[in-house]
């Protein structure tokens, strides 16, 4: 990864809001991460905050082999979310099985490590 990506991971969540991204070239809504615009090439993206909401598109559950931190299997969910300003974005969901797909859903944050916080989202029906 390089540097500027590394950047925008952590601009990713800043301020607490989900940051994602709008083509100066063609006015595209880009996910986070992205580093030209699909659609024009442009490299010249404006940080636009996201709402964070949207619903799920496709997920599944995904059991981790155990790890000397968890000392057991940590079963978590990975999702595609099709955020309402329109880019998808891979991420994680908190709570139960999100079953049916297609489940509104409400990003959070999770802090990891000092200055280091992650978006993973939660069921709206369950806020
Ligand atoms: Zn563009």
């Given at each position: 990864m390089s540097t500027g990506l590394a950047r925008r991971g952590r601009e990713t969540?800043?301020?607490g809001k989900l940051v994602i991204w709008k083509c100066q070239g063609c006015a595209a809504v880009l996910a986070p991460?992205?580093?030209?615009?699909?659609?024009?090439?442009?490299?010249?993206l404006e940080p636009i905050s996201s709402a964070g909401a949207g619903v799920i598109v496709s997920c599944r559950v995904v059991d981790r082999t155990p790890d000397p931190v968890c000392g057991a299997p940590c079963p978590s969910i990975i999702a595609i979310v099709a955020l309402d300003e329109g880019p998808w974005v891979y991420s994680w969901i908190d709570g139960?099985?999100?079953?049916?797909?297609?489940r509104p859903v409400r990003v959070r944050f999770r802090s990891t490590q000092p200055g280091e916080r992650f978006p993973i989202f939660v069921p709206r029906d369950s806020e």
């Amino acid at each position: 990864m390089s540097t500027g990506l590394a950047r925008r991971g952590r601009e990713t969540t800043r301020f607490g809001k989900l940051v994602i991204w709008k083509c100066q070239g063609c006015a595209a809504v880009l996910a986070p991460l992205t580093g030209r615009c699909p659609s024009c090439g442009a490299r010249t993206l404006e940080p636009i905050s996201s709402a964070g909401a949207g619903v799920i598109v496709s997920c599944r559950v995904v059991d981790r082999t155990p790890d000397p931190v968890c000392g057991a299997p940590c079963p978590s969910i990975i999702a595609i979310v099709a955020l309402d300003e329109g880019p998808w974005v891979y991420s994680w969901i908190d709570g139960d099985v999100p079953v049916p797909t297609e489940r509104p859903v409400r990003v959070r944050f999770r802090s990891t490590q000092p200055g280091e916080r992650f978006p993973i989202f939660v069921p709206r029906d369950s806020e």
